[in-house]
């Protein structure tokens, strides 16, 4: 049973920040984690990819470039994902997606449960 835990959401004025963590576990089983992800979902709108990090190499939306950044605790599984100079418009529930390879050579993926993030004066 793989868990993905979220935190580090909430409201803030444009310009803040906020960092969000997600820990991944699976009843104390090592992980072989193909790759982590922020992904996000506004109102109306589609859930999209917003940063991604794979063997260390990230990926980000255009939208969120020098503003955001993921990283990565390899021991603990957890990835995270600071925010700065927030806008409006990054309002939106954030979810945390990773990818297991399994033993049989496949990818599982899995995400979290979303974590609401809110900028707003």
């Known amino acids: 049973q793989v868990q993905l835990v979220e935190s580090g959401g909430g409201q803030v004025q444009p310009g803040g920040s906020l960092r969000l963590s997600c820990a991944a576990s699976?009843?104390?089983?090592?992980?072989?984690?193909?790759?982590m992800a922020w992904y996000r979902q506004a109102p109306g709108k589609e859930r999209e990819l917003v940063a991604s990090?794979?063997?260390?190499?990230?990926n980000y939306q255009d939208s969120v470039k020098d503003r955001f950044t993921i990283s990565r605790d390899n021991a603990k599984n957890i990835v995270h994902l600071q925010m700065n100079s927030l806008k409006a418009e990054d309002t939106a529930v954030y979810f945390c997606?990773?990818?297991?390879?399994?033993?049989?050579?496949?990818?599982?993926?899995?995400w979290g449960q979303g974590t609401q993030v809110t900028v707003s004066s």
């Open positions: 997606n990773v990818e297991l390879w399994t033993v049989r050579g496949d990818v599982n993926s899995y």
């Open positions: 699976a009843s104390g089983m090592v992980l072989s984690i193909k790759a």
């Open positions: 990090i794979i063997r260390g190499t990230t």
